[in-house]
């Protein structure tokens, strides 16, 4: 999240950039996050920044013919609600979600909740495992999928009852 315009103008070019590798590769995506917000500054506060250069990104990409997808990732990102007002705040019908599943777990989010508050918005899902740290932290590292703390069955049919028919990515 960039408060200041020379900031939020290289995010852009920096999309931009994507975008047009995007294209050259018949990618129909790409994926951006929210980042850090900056200390002291609320989501509230920080939206209308974000969503400045998130439209704009996706006005570009469509001009394109890719997609641009904000990835549920960074601390104020992770929670689906946040999420989701980044996308209404850019009010641009292409703008959509790329679902990481592990980070909303992260941030202390039910997979039923996360599921009800991204409905409809989630175009692609980004699947890992990772371990939910002894010492209760939000870092929890990576391992083989099957092997963590991220409910992934639950995750799976929840997405099939929602009807969900989009790509699928493994990290």
């Given at each position: 999240v960039q408060h200041d315009a020379a900031?939020?103008?290289?995010?852009?070019r920096e999309a931009e950039f994507m975008v047009r590798l995007a294209s050259d590769l018949a990618a129909p995506a790409v994926r951006v996050f929210g980042g850090p917000l900056p200390s002291g500054v609320s989501i509230k506060e920080a939206l209308p920044f974000a969503a400045d250069v998130f439209r704009r990104a996706i006005h570009y990409g469509a001009a394109h013919g890719v997609s641009i997808l904000l990835e549920t990732h960074d601390p104020a990102w992770s929670q689906s609600a946040n999420a989701v007002a980044l996308v209404e705040a850019a009010a641009a019908p292409a703008a959509g979600i790329l679902y990481d599943v592990l980070h909303p777990c992260r941030v202390g989010e039910t997979v039923d909740q996360t599921l009800a508050t991204l409905k409809g918005y989630i175009r692609l899902v980004h699947l890992k495992d990772?371990?939910?740290p002894a010492d209760g932290g939000e870092a929890w590292p990576q391992c083989m999928?099957?092997?963590g703390d991220v409910p992934?069955?639950?995750i799976l049919e929840g997405l099939l009852a929602q009807d969900y028919d989009g790509w699928y990515t493994f990290e």
């Open positions: 900031g939020r103008a290289l995010a852009v990772g371990r939910r999928i099957g092997e992934l069955p639950a």
